[in-house]
Structures are given as structure tokens and as C-alpha cells.
């Protein structure tokens, strides 16, 4: 059969998807360096681009085709309703230049969501301004050193990362202009505690902490850890992408934890946006709020009515955002909330973590595991079994394309060899997650059995193993459309 034909050999001149109305404004001619001689767009009908947009959605895997168990990224099904609720024309036709006084509703709820997720994770204010989850990281990092420059202790220049944290971490620090201190595991997938205290000093600004951590375990001394770091006079970050696990449950600031960062976009359901709109708030202890980016939103009450407005925290450390963060993003984690209450949050965590440990359960014979212990939300097996037969972590990952699901992560945590990190989410039944576990012990059998089914894979994809070495070796950062050929119909096989 021909190959599918790209939207720029379907073009020809003068063909209109859409048509736009005559201005019934002034034209007006913009600066020269705004503006190019021509553009070389193709020009198509309505129905061209939508059968092109729809061919390139079905090549691609989603949540909605099937189960995404990428380790540490909570890739869990995202509600319709959220989708629903974010366009309603009182949130998605606004716009962030327009008077408080025209958007009570909308601030009300951005108000209640900074309440909810203060509420959920045990913290005193938070931000909604960060659009990631690693902006959040930068943000709550840039808290603490603004703390520490505040009281004049600038000799602060070291933060402790742990070699189970995410790997953002300590780039994250790095950006902030921190020193990078990397604090190894003890043998259950703790920090090692004699480790830690051998950095402890008057030079540590704080640690960074992903608790759970990305071998899926909680730290059993977490609570010691915060306070040898707190008598040390550094502060206590946690990140909260693994908050998915705790919710109902734990508390992170109760714990003693001074900033956090939420993924909206992990915990609470909204898109993960493929490099698109994302969320990461940032809670904070009380003494904290004074340095959080600003504005953020604030209520106040005059002779019994109730307004909402901006307020820009006292020595706050500036924007990090336009405007006032991903705004249809927090309609979305609002509505996610309410859908639940409380109960329903806590059986959100309780269902991903009986998940993971089903798994585990289930594959633990078969595949080598990394740490023997209960697991959090995901845990972590390593492919060293199989890479005795010559078939590594990535063909894995590879083949079980050919059984329509997604790879977990691979190769990461560095600590593990050949990890594959796991994380089923509270979404999949367990019908799902049988399939997949069915999927996985086939490719066991076939990595003794049959090694090269599994390293020649994927098979029954559109698109085989592609040469990675090669395209990293030879980057083509720009695509350059064809010359346009004379389209030919050619029957199918």
C-alpha cells in the first residue's frame, strides 16, 4: 500500500480550510521585523487537516488507548468532566488583563484551590503561579535560599540530594547557584543516615527529599532526617511528585517538611500536556510566605461582602510566571478535588498503592526486584536476569510495545541496573493490570526461549526501533517540507 500522503502534497492554491471575516477594525501595518515575504504553509481543506491531525493521533499511544505505567510519572486517566468544567466560557473566555472585579469566580476558585492543596498536604500558604513541576522545584529552592539570605546567613552554599530523589533535583539546585551534595542509600532504599549527618553543617542550606522516593519506598527515617537537617539550621524541600501515594494519608508538612511542590498534572489529573501546560504549586510553612512569588490571590471582607483580589507577598522573590500561572490547569485540578472529598482522595492513594504491590506480587519471580520491601505507588525491577541472555532493560521496554502498552521508565533510578520503575496508578483495573502483567511473563519466557523476538522488537508497531545513537549523533532540528508531488492513487495489497 502507498505511503500516507503528507499534508503538504495535498496542497494546492487558493484551497481554505477557513475563511476569516473582514476586520471591523483598522488595519494596521506591523513593525517589518515581524513580518516575513511569505510563509510556506500548505494549503489544504478542512477535511485535509483533519484526517492528517487524526492519522498522527492514532500512531501515538495515550491513557485513553491503554495503560501508561511510567514510573515516577503518575500518568493516570484525566476525568472528562475536568475537560468539560476548564471550557466553560466564564474560565476559558477570560482573559488575565482583565479587572478583578470581572473575574470574582474565577479568583474565588484559584483562592480554594490554594486552600485545598494547603489543606491536603498540611501546609500554612501556597502559590499556584509555577507552570511545571520543575518550576515548582526552582521556586521552592529560590524560598529557601531567600530565607537564608534574610537572616545573613549567606555561607549557606550546599544543598543534600539524595540518590533517590528525581533527577531534577540537582539541576534544580545547580540553576538556584547552590553547591550539589549527592547523599547515598542505605540497603532498604532509605538515606543513609551516617551519611547525611557527615554533611550536616553550618554550610547546608537545605536537603531535597522525594519522599516517596523514585524506588517507590517510603523513607522509614523520615522524620529523624528532618530534624537532623532543621538542628543544622537547613531547610527540608520535598518533592512532591510522588504525592499521588500519600493523599489522606500523609502529610508532608506535618512532618516537619518546609516547601513542596505539587504536579497538578500527576496527583490531580490534569494533562500532562506533552511539553504543553503543566502545574506545580509550591506550599510553604507559615514563616515562608513572605518570599513566595507573587501575586497571589487574596480574600478580603468588607461589611459582610467577600471580594477577591491580588496580593504581593512582603519580600517576595518577584514573578516566575506571566500573569498568574496555567490558569485552566487549576480549574481542572479544582474540579478533580471536589469530585472526590477527602474520602475519595485518601481510596485514590490506598487503590494506586494496593496496585503497585499487586504487581510487584505478580512479577517478582520472573524479574529481578530492587529492594524486597512493601511499595509505595510504583516500585522498581531491574532486567539484569534477563540481560544474561543478551536482552537489556530497553528491549523490554520495546516489546512490549507489540502488546499495545506503554513502557514503564527505563534506566532509571541510576542506582538500580537495568531498572524498569513501574507505576500502574489507581486507574487500571485489575483486568488491566493482569494484561499487563500476562505481558510482561510472556517476554520473560521469550528472553529465555527466544532472546532475538524480544531484541528485534517492537514488531507490530508503524514505526520500528529507531537508530537513537544516530539521531542524537546527527540532530535535524528543523523539518523542510518536500517539493509537492503529483498525488497518484495506488490500490490497497
Known sequence: ????????????????????????????????DLCRDSLDWPEVSEIDVIRHFTRLSQKNHAIDINMYP???????????INEAVARYPGFAGIHPDQDPATVQGMLELMYELQGMLAEISGFAHVTLQPAAGAHGELTGVMVMRSYHEARGDTARRKVLVPDTAHGTNPATAIMAGFEVVTIPSDARGN???????????????????????????????????????????????????NFNAILGIARPGDLGIDVMHYNLHKTFSTPHG?????????????????????????????????????DQPAESLGRLHAF????????????????????????????????????????????????????????????????????R?????????????????????????????????????KESLDYFVAAMLQIADEAEDSPETVTNAPHRTEYKRLDEVGANRSLNLRWRPPAPAQRTPVAAD
Not at 279 to 304: E, F, I, N
Open 1 to 32: 500500500m502507498a505511503a500516507e500522503p503528507l499534508i503538504y502534497d495535498l496542497s494546492k492554491p487558493e484551497r481554505r480550510a477557513v475563511r476569516f471575516p473582514r476586520p471591523d477594525v483598522p488595519e494596521t501595518d506591523l513593525p517589518g
Open 70 to 80: 511510567l514510573g515516577s510519572c503518575t500518568m493516570k486517566y484525566n476525568p472528562k
Open 191 to 241: 538515606v543513609d543516615i551516617d551519611r547525611l549527618r557527615a554533611e550536616l553543617g553550618s554550610d547546608v542550606a537545605g536537603l531535597m527529599i522525594t519522599n516517596p522516593n523514585t524506588l517507590g519506598l517510603w523513607d522509614e527515617h523520615i522524620v529523624h532526617v528532618v530534624e537532623m537537617v532543621h538542628e543544622c539550621g537547613g531547610l527540608v524541600y520535598n518533592d512532591g511528585a
Open 274 to 310: 506533552g511539553g504543553g501546560p503543566g502545574s506545580g504549586p509550591v506550599g510553604v510553612r507559615d514563616d515562608l510566605a513572605a518570599y513566595l512569588p507573587g501575586p497571589r490571590v487574596a480574600r478580603t471582607k468588607v461589611d459582610g461582602e467577600v471580594t477577591y483580589g491580588w
Open 324 to 391: 498568574h500561572g496555567n490558569v485552566g490547569m487549576h480549574v481542572r485540578a479544582y474540579t478533580y478535588i471536589r469530585m472526590h472529598g477527602a474520602a475519595g482522595l485518601r481510596e485514590v492513594s490506598e487503590d494506586a498503592v494496593l496496585a503497585a504491590n499487586y504487581l510487584r506480587a505478580r512479577l517478582r519471580a520472573r524479574y529481578d526486584l530492587a529492594y524486597d520491601r512493601t511499595c509505595m505507588h510504583e516500585f522498581v525491577l531491574s532486567g539484569n536476569k534477563q540481560k544474561a541472555n543478551g536482552v
Open 393 to 429: 532493560t530497553l528491549d523490554i521496554a520495546k516489546r512490549l510495545l507489540d502488546f499495545g502498552v506503554h513502557p514503564p521508565t527505563t534506566y532509571f533510578p541510576l542506582i538500580v541496573p537495568e531498572a524498569l520503575m513501574i507505576e500502574p496508578t489507581e486507574t487500571e483495573s
